[in-house]
């Protein structure tokens, strides 16, 4: 019996064919022909049971057979709020990673210490999309553009705030501890860069409601806090 391959398709009830970078994976590496069975994941909490109805040079189309709308394995929303290495490939790794473990959202940060100014989402969103696919997640985190940190903590946003840092001029509170506690599902986590937040944007977070929290007594790079604080909120809103 031949394994069901999964494929992402936006907006999949709408259409009638594999996306064109799916299709050519379809057809040249996994030689798949008319009849063979699939699940077309559409990133939006349903997964479609189908069936390839033609295949041509560049074309796969198919048929849905069933539509199996999905629950959620967490709560709410994880949004996850980190300023990017100078080593792309530890961020992309960390998206990839934090997508299997499970999130919504991720928002690359400029703040006054970052290694880096720029970041090409497009490559991130394509480690995302495969990630989803190997660990089957029903939803595709969104990803965002690099955002200037003053403009991200003044701007509103749903649930609770929680700024990860290493200084001890402010008092933290265990980050698990407070997920644990707080009765919302929407969580925003913000992660520094290498060489943490400035002071000044520390106070601004604070400012702007954000909890100052810690991650726990390890010094922790920017793509292990990353994953942390995304593990620790998936545990907490799983449970």
């Known amino acids: 019996m031949k394994e069901v391959r999964y494929f992402y398709v936006p907006k999949a009830a709408e259409r009638q064919e594999l996306p064109e970078e799916e299709a050519t994976h379809a057809i040249r ?3 798949m022909v008319p009849g063979d069975r699939i699940v077309l994941m559409d990133g939006d909490g349903v997964f479609y049971d189908a069936e390839i109805t033609l295949v041509t040079n560049k074309k796969c189309h198919y048929a849905i057979v069933e539509e199996r709308r999905q629950e959620r394995m967490w709560q709410g929303r994880i949004h ?3 300023a990017p290495t100078k080593m792309m490939e530890r961020m992309e ?3 990839e990673k934090a997508t299997e473990i499970g999130f919504d959202e991720i928002t690359f940060l400029d703040c006054r210490f970052s290694e880096r100014e720029k970041i090409r989402t497009d490559r991130i969103e394509k480690i995302v999309i495969s990630a989803v696919k190997q660990s089957r997640k029903a939803w595709v985190p969104k990803v ?9 903590v003044t701007s509103s946003r749903p649930g609770r705030k929680y700024i990860c840092h290493c200084y001890e001029e402010f008092s933290k509170t265990s980050l698990f501890r407070e997920l644990s506690d707080a009765q919302v599902d929407d969580v925003t986590v ?6 943490d937040f400035s002071l000044d944007e520390v106070r601004m977070a604070l400012d702007n409601g954000y909890v100052s929290v810690s991650l726990g007594n390890s ?3 920017t793509e292990t806090a990353g994953l942390v604080a995304v593990n620790m909120a998936n545990i907490v809103k799983s449970s």
């Open 144 to 152: 965002n553009a690099m955002t200037a940190f003053r403009e991200f």
């Open 190 to 195: 913000l992660v520094g860069p290498e060489g």
């Open 219 to 221: 010094r922790l790079r």
């Open 80 to 82: 996850l709020a980190i």
């Open 93 to 95: 790794w960390m998206a």
């Open 29 to 31: 590496v996994l030689r």
